[in-house]
Nanobody, 127 residues
Framework: QLQLVESGGDLVQSGGSLRLSCTASERTLDYYAIGWFRRAPGKEREGVACISRRGSSTVYADALKGRFTISSDYAKHTVYLQITTVQPEDTAVYYC????????????????????WGQGTQVTVFS
């Protein structure tokens, strides 16, 4: 059973930093690409970043590139999303998801490429 659990969401002041974690079941990172997505109130789910199996490559959403960094720790079977200079617009539920494709697609971080999803973690940015 492939399991994904997000953590690290919090209330954070505008301009601060936050690191989200996605802990996967054992050996998941050997086979699956892991993506980060977010859904803000009243908006569609948006792809943020993707890391390929074993951390071999990364893909970022063009609009968000620069403030988001995705990384992984194989020993901890965990994928991280570092967010810097957070803005009120970053307020959303953040989800991680796994893709059987194994490699992030250069066309973008698309929900349709991911089949297993975590429960989400809330990030709220205040000014």
């Amino acid at each position: 059973q492939l399991q994904l659990v997000e953590s690290g969401g919090d209330l954070v002041q505008s301009g601060g930093s936050l690191r989200l974690s996605c802990t996967a079941s054992e050996r998941t990172l050997d086979y699956y690409a892991i993506g980060w997505f977010r859904r803000a109130p009243g908006k569609e789910r948006e792809g943020v970043a993707c890391i390929s199996r074993r951390g071999s490559s990364t893909v970022y959403a063009d609009a968000l590139k620069g403030r988001f960094t995705i990384s992984s720790d194989y020993a901890k079977h965990t994928v991280y999303l570092q967010i810097t200079t957070v803005q009120p617009e970053d307020t959303a539920v953040y989800y991680c998801a796994a893709s059987i494709l194994g490699l992030c697609q250069q066309v973008g971080v698309r929900s349709s490429d991911f089949g297993s999803w975590g429960q989400g973690t809330q990030v709220t940015v205040f000014s």
